[in-house]
């Protein structure tokens, strides 16, 4: 029985769709309907309904697919035993909110690259509610967002949060200490409506009994910052953030009274019994981001 036409029928199970089954595993739909129809020839029986555009497994397609967990799982078995796995190229479709990207996500790619010079990566960067729907439908295989993505075959890892800090022009905010009474009478930048950052700095003026005069929001650390540095208010960003561009940029945080709520970042990523590569990326990243930022390049 040829694994790859068990691997092709299990994920166009798994994402409820032969198109996304094909993108996953980088082939054209017609080779993946040509291996399930292998497949169906090889078994005798019929896995899917085609009778209508609704996806359908038949009963024998609903049996075959717990047998083709274990198989797929006893192949990753043997090839880690054996060995088979080692020193294989990488290829991975990462997503990430901007937080992520602008705090560790590019030094940690070099970090991955030095130690799998074949890394091959596909990045898109995105909100959170887009990330989440990718990784559901079977579009990116790994997801760094500010909420947990969650369905069946799926898997989320809580990683740290980040701190949250109100960010100012360096040369036109010069207090040593802001009160949020202070903040609020500013114009504020922060993330899309509907954000953990945008609903944090809401709800953080709200429990003070603080009105605000106006909240801007902006989907773009780059286009918050560009208006910071022209003088078009406060933004509140993450502190990694702010600490990779305040060496170029007049960006400096602003000591305030009351603190932002950390924003949370979340790993996730559909379990594949055909290769834990997502599952040990996922591990590593763990591993770097916990690390203290002096240390992580010697990782």
Not at 112 to 139: H, I, K, Y
Request: proline share 5%; charged share 20%.
């Amino acid at each position: 029985m040829n694994l790859r036409f068990v691997e092709a029928f299990y994920w166009v199970v798994s994402l409820k769709s032969v198109s996304r089954a094909a993108e996953k595993l980088f082939i054209t739909q017609s080779a993946m309907s040509s291996r399930i129809a292998a497949l169906e020839e090889e078994l005798g029986v019929l896995l899917l309904d085609r009778r209508d555009k609704q996806f359908r497994l038949t009963v024998a397609g609903m049996r075959f697919f717990n047998h083709a967990q274990r198989l797929l799982a006893l192949q990753r078995e043997i090839k880690s035993e054996m060995g088979a796995g080692a020193q294989r190229a990488v290829t991975l479709r990462i997503g990430a909110i901007e937080s992520v990207l602008h705090s560790w996500l590019i030094e940690w790619v070099q970090h991955m690259r030095e130690g799998n010079p074949d890394f091959e990566l596909q990045l898109t960067v995105e909100t959170t509610p887009v990330l989440v729907d990718q990784v559901q439908r079977g579009a990116l295989d790994l997801a760094f967002a500010a909420l947990p993505t969650v369905g069946e075959g799926l898997r989320s890892r809580a990683l740290p949060s980040m701190e949250m800090v109100f960010v100012g022009h360096a040369q036109l905010h010069r207090k040593r200490r802001y009160a949020l009474a202070d903040l609020a009478a500013l114009d504020l930048l922060t993330f899309q409506r509907g954000s953990q950052p945008h609903v944090g700095l809401i709800d953080l003026f709200r429990g003070a009994g603080i009105e605000l005069k106006r909240v801007h929001t902006i989907s773009s650390i780059s286009a918050m910052v560009q208006l910071v540095e022209g003088g078009f208010g406060v933004a509140t960003l993450p502190l990694a953030a702010v600490q990779r561009l305040a060496g170029r940029l007049p960006l400096k945080p602003l000591k305030c009274e009351a603190a932002l709520p950390p924003l949370p970042v979340h790993a996730s990523y559909r379990e594949d019994p055909s290769s834990s590569v997502a599952q040990g990326v996922v591990e590593a990243v763990l591993a770097y981001v916990g690390a203290p930022p002096r240390h992580r390049k010697n990782r």
